[in-house]
């Protein structure tokens, strides 16, 4: 059974959405049964609204990606958020800031979009409005904590891409990952803190920290071997 499947082709770049994500939908939506069909209305298009918002700001890195000659395979959708999946990523830090910069401004621009709507339609269609206003909110956070300084996200990337021409490319990306991982444990901790009032975890962030902590482990090592094939190539 395929771990994934195709949903839409944008620009040439399939959207491909994970198997656990189309699982997790139908109960997230059971979650909203109790307030009614209104209820499983705005739950659902808060929901796919939440997912396109996603896919937007994965688009955004891709475009730029490929637009500076690198090769984009697909998005893959993820009940955790999106990921798009590039090879033959840019090594120049220029293109880097740029590839991570697109996803969060992508997003920034999607808020203020969606605050103008907020502002048109509160006083003639509310329900427009409170869906508005949700999504300008989801899209707030997701360019907020997509720029925090962890890499492998954007915030980390940016600050690699920062270093870089300081540091040299490998001593930046050990540094920035140490960072990421550092900030992994601490979401680790704030994620079982929970724990010790008698209340329950937040596994949503416990699997984003061990999901941080691994992708940084492995993109540095990626780097150190990288950079050995450059400096022993035969
Ligand atoms: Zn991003």
């Given amino acids: 059974m395929p771990s994934s499947f195709k949903i839409a082709t944008i620009s040439g770049i399939p959207i491909r959405i994970h198997i656990t994500l189309a699982i997790l939908f139908p109960l997230f939506l ?19 609204g939440l997912f396109a918002s996603i896919t937007l700001h994965e688009l955004a890195h891709a475009v730029v990606a490929r637009h500076r000659g690198c090769h984009i395979h697909e998005i893959l959708l993820l009940p955790i958020g999106g990921i798009a999946k590039i090879s033959n990523m840019s090594s120049n830090h220029r293109d880097e800031l740029w590839i991570a910069l ?71 990306t050990y540094w920035a990952a140490k960072i990421g991982k550092l900030f992994s444990i601490l979401f680790g901790i704030w994620a079982v803190f929970p724990i010790l009032k008698g209340e329950t975890p937040d596994f949503f962030l416990l699997i984003i920290a061990v999901f941080i902590y691994q992708s940084a482990t492995a993109e540095s090592r990626q780097v150190a071997f990288e950079e050995w094939r450059r400096e022993n190539p035969y």
Avoid at 34 to 44: F, H, R, T
Avoid at 104 to 114: E, F, I, Q, W
Avoid at 134 to 142: E, R, S, T, Y
């Fill in 30 to 48: 059971l979650s909203y049964a109790g307030l009614g069909i209104m209820g499983v209305l705005l739950g659902g298009l808060l929901g796919i």
């Fill in 102 to 172: 697109a996803g969060p401004l992508t997003s920034l621009a999607l808020a203020g979009g969606l605050l103008a709507v907020v502002i048109f339609s509160a006083g003639a269609i509310p329900f427009v409005a409170i869906l508005a206003l949700a999504l300008a909110k989801m899209n707030g956070m997701l360019a907020g904590f997509n720029l925090l300084p962890v890499f492998p996200m954007d915030g980390g990337r940016v600050f690699r891409a920062w270093l870089s021409p300081r540091l040299g490319r490998l001593r930046a």
